[in-house]
């Protein structure tokens, strides 16, 4: 098999992150779900990448190495829908003494901070606490948003920032 210099990319794609078909079509194949599983499929049968359902999402995704985690599956499809509006994205970001899920400075340069509560609820003190030392370190007021399994449920985290 003659590899593209795309199929590079998916398998680099794959390594550091994972992530659904859907996924892998919006970031490598402009939106063309057919074309990205096809190519996918010929990437598995090589044994370059590796596939399987996804617990929890219970959708096929791809990766190399360990199966992404379900933060890190909405972490990206954050990013995706975001991407052109996105300067900087970091997840698992730590601030002070906190970790936050995501980190995003945007190109205007709003800073985000997305908390994903699936097995989990976000304490008030943490987000204070992070909102007062992004005031201290940037002097910008954080923009939080903390996402519940019914949002990403009804695919409310997939909403624009700017």
């Given at each position: 098999m003659k590899l593209q210099h795309r199929d590079i990319d998916i398998i680099n794609y794959a390594e550091n992150n994972g992530g659904t078909i859907q996924q892998y079509a919006d970031l490598f194949y402009n939106g063309?779900?057919?074309?990205?599983d096809r190519r996918l499929l010929i990437l598995e049968k090589n044994k370059l990448v590796k596939g399987a359902?996804?617990?929890i999402v219970n959708k096929k995704v791809y990766y190399r190495g360990?199966?992404?985690s379900y933060h890190k599956i909405i972490s990206q499809d954050i990013y995706i829908s975001n991407r052109e509006n996105i300067q900087e994205f970091k997840r698992e970001a730590?601030?002070?003494k906190h970790i936050v899920d995501i980190f995003i400075l945007t190109k205007k340069l709003?800073?985000?901070i997305i908390e994903i509560d699936i097995f989990n609820k976000t304490t008030n003190k943490k987000i204070e606490a992070v909102t007062k030392y992004i005031k201290a370190k940037l002097g910008k007021e954080a923009h939080i948003i903390v996402y519940s399994k019914k949002d990403i449920d009804n695919k409310k985290h997939l909403k624009q920032i700017s």
């Open positions: 063309n779900y057919f074309g990205a359902l996804h617990p360990k199966m992404p730590k601030l002070d709003n800073v985000y």
